[in-house]
């Protein structure tokens, strides 16, 4: 992976912390903790190539979904 394709998965993930945090009402931190613990960043860069050609309201949707399946209580 070059410089700029890097820069671009980590402003998309980026895009998609907040775009859930400002969902549930949440931090960046806050968002980013809880993505994290319940594989949600994990998601994200595993699927990005995929992910990242949905709006970010059906990227937010399937991390709510990700998230469930492996613990999380929000969505």
Do not use: P, W
């Not at 945090?21 to 994200?44: D, E, I, P, V």
């Not at 992910?51 to 059906?58: A, F, N």
């Amino acid at each position: 992976m070059d410089k700029e394709q890097l820069h671009n998965r980590v402003t998309y993930m980026i895009y998609c912390v907040n775009a859930f945090a400002r969902r549930y009402r949440l931090t960046a931190k806050q968002a980013f903790a809880y993505l994290s613990r319940f594989k949600g960043m994990a998601f994200l860069d595993e699927c990005y190539e995929a992910e990242h050609q949905l709006s970010l309201d059906d990227a937010v949707n399937d991390l709510s979904i990700i998230c469930k399946r492996n613990g999380g209580g929000l969505g």
